[in-house]
């Protein structure tokens, strides 16, 4: 059986998120959240034209339906119908209520709107990059037999350690040093973001080239991330490039840098860390068609056949190549 780890690991991902922000983790609403959050991504490149059937159109509404969930959630807790959640709506809401009762005014610091559109925010920017990173992380590894061969080791003896526990800890995250160099040197040669935009708000001189204020600059993250003044045969996928930090400034850009670093960098690392763990300990896999390109119509960079794969279990007396 053929599987397309893009589309699965989008589904995945996107159930997490939703879980983490607003509590939805199964049934209608989750159906609708997965369904149009892709949606709403091709309408942000789409050309703003407001016609039935397309993109941008397809966009609104989809927009419109996950709105509307978000709305619902929110009203069903303000009327207290909903059991207490720990999520991100809940924090957002509360705080507000805080903030007006420790001030004594009604004025929100958030309108509904906002809270709205910051979840959906977090929905688009975690969603669709942390599944684009795991699915080039799962093509790397299909094409570098060695570094697959590294990691399961490292991967099966904490999966030994850990056995008698259900879910992986904090403790054990932080017990992944060859992984963790494998998620950084994907994100590296994947460059999921590979541009980023600023707006030059004085005018400004940077290596003799004269910028003007109001020019709109892009940070070209993915030439810095091949650029091989910076990465030894930058082309090629070396995790342990990392043994040896680089110390060129700002030359890993995959969460950019600065004031608006990526909010969820950090839950992303362990996303991508806890799915390298389950793959490398229970499955084997093989890619069968290895078409690198990009697909056009992503937000963000993905491959476009979405690296179709064979899975196999691994057996429970499976002994690793490695170990033969
Ligand atoms: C591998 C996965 C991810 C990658 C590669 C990534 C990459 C990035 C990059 C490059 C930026 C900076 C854009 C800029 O400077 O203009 C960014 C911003 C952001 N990311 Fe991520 N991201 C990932 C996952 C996530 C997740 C899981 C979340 C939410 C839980 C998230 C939320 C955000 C938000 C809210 C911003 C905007 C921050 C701001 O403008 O202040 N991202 N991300």
Redesign the pocket.
Known sequence: MVFDVNFILEQITCKA?CKMLISVESGYELEVLQNEVAHVCEAMLAFPLRLPRTRFYKGLQARKKIMGIIGDAMSERRKGLEVECEDLLQRLLTEDEKACGETGTTARQLTDEEIKDNIL??II??QD??AS?MTWMVKFLDENPEVLATLMKEQLDLARKTSSKSFLTLESINDMPYASKVVKES?RLAS??PW?PRLALEDCEMEGFKIKRGWNVNVDAKSVHLDPTVYTDPNKFNPSRFDDESKVPYSFL???MGG?????MN??KAMMLVFLHRLTTTYRWKVIDEDSSIEKWGLFSKLKSGCPVTVTCIAENYTPRYQQ
């Not at 608006?260 to 969820?264: A, D, F, K, P």
Request: one cysteine or more.
């Open positions: 998120m925010t977090m920017a975690g990059t942390t990173a994100l999921v973001v980023f995959a969460f950019g608006r670093t990526c909010l969820g839950m992303a």
